[in-house]
């Protein structure tokens, strides 16, 4: 066999060698790919102080459930309502958990979300505060005076539902929007003359810094909190959806038979006082509801006032926001 020959056959047989190693590889891969493409994410958002979500992320519950089937659980929290309904509109979550204003604002930019379910009201978990020395004793006084609130959250409802109540319009106070650690800070150094917060940053506040409540939104508003999914997302896993909220309604259920527990669980995460906790979780129902009629009418009624206000650009029927035409 001549030198040319010998190079020709190596030649060959390494073409052979590389092509049978390239095949074997293919084989190997092909399953493994197959199995990346079936595993599913599901993306959740949520609020520090949304309680409900907070402990079903620290249980691992849906992890637990949800990995036999192929589904993957990532969290994202998000400081408030508005930030996380941002998210959801440009397609980074598929389920969150949010106040009443932030879908108004999220389907008026075009927010393709629907409603999945709400917890019913709890409009003692959300307040106009004053400082403790404020000379302000009535909704009327804060004509013309700094509030400080973050924009698009429900208590920017709860501002426009208690200065009405007050005789005050929309035009006549100066909003500061500011999220609510940013907002604590301003209301500490007296640079706002009231702030207008949720729980559990209310409790805090009140224990903490002895702030006065001027008005909570007992008689003004509900402050329903819903559940959203992704339209896409709701449509084709609606059995992940169902699973969601049976597992939060659980979660509700044993918030509600163990305050001091699920407090002391919390305190870590919140950064707060487990009397503090407590006393927020105590201004929330936890009992959840599907989507129906009412709370739709009541969705619709902000809507309404908000393109009045021109706080929306066009106007917009809350019933576009749902999958099926709920119950009555």
């Known amino acids: 066999m001549t030198a040319s020959t010998r190079n020709k056959h190596t030649r060959r047989h390494v073409l052979a060698l590389l092509s049978a190693v390239a095949a074997g590889a293919f084989a190997v891969s092909v399953p493994q790919l197959a199995q990346a493409q079936e595993k599913q994410v599901l993306r959740i958002g949520y609020q520090k102080a949304a309680s409900t979500l907070v402990l079903l992320k620290a249980h691992g519950t849906l992890e637990k459930i949800l990995a036999p089937q192929g589904i993957e659980v990532k969290w994202a929290e998000f400081a408030a309502g508005p930030q996380l309904l941002e998210a959801l509109n440009v397609g980074s979550v598929d389920f969150g958990y949010v106040g009443e204003a932030p879908p108004i604002i999220a389907q008026a930019a075009g927010a393709d979300f629907v409603y999945s379910a709400y917890e019913i009201p709890t409009p003692e978990a959300e307040s106009i505060l004053v400082p403790k020395n404020s000379p302000i004793t009535s909704l009327a006084q804060l004509k013309g005076k700094k509030i400080a609130f973050n924009k698009g959250s429900d208590v920017h409802w709860l501002v426009i539902s208690l200065l009405k109540k007050g005789g005050i319009a929309y035009s006549e106070f100066q909003p500061i929007y ?151």
């Open 178 to 328: 500011l999220a609510p650690a940013d907002a604590r800070a301003a209301f500490e150094r007296g640079a706002v003359d009231a702030w207008a917060i949720w729980d559990p940053f209310q409790t805090a506040a009140i224990k903490q810094l002895d702030a006065k409540v001027l008005a909570n939104g007992s008689g003004a508003v509900s402050h329903h909190q819903f559940f959203l999914s992704a339209r896409k997302y709701a449509y084709k896993n609606s059995v992940v959806v169902n699973t969601i909220m049976e597992e939060v309604d659980k979660e509700g259920r044993w918030i509600r038979a163990n305050y001091k527990e699920a407090a002391l669980q919390l305190a870590p995460i919140q950064g707060l006082e487990p009397d503090v906790i407590e006393a927020g979780l105590r201004h929330y129902a936890h009992i959840y509801k599907p989507i129906d009629n009412k709370v739709l009418d009541e969705q619709q009624k902000i809507a309404d006032t908000f393109y009045e206000l021109k706080l929306i650009p066009k106007k917009i029927s809350t019933r576009d926001a749902v999958l099926s035409p709920p119950k009555s």
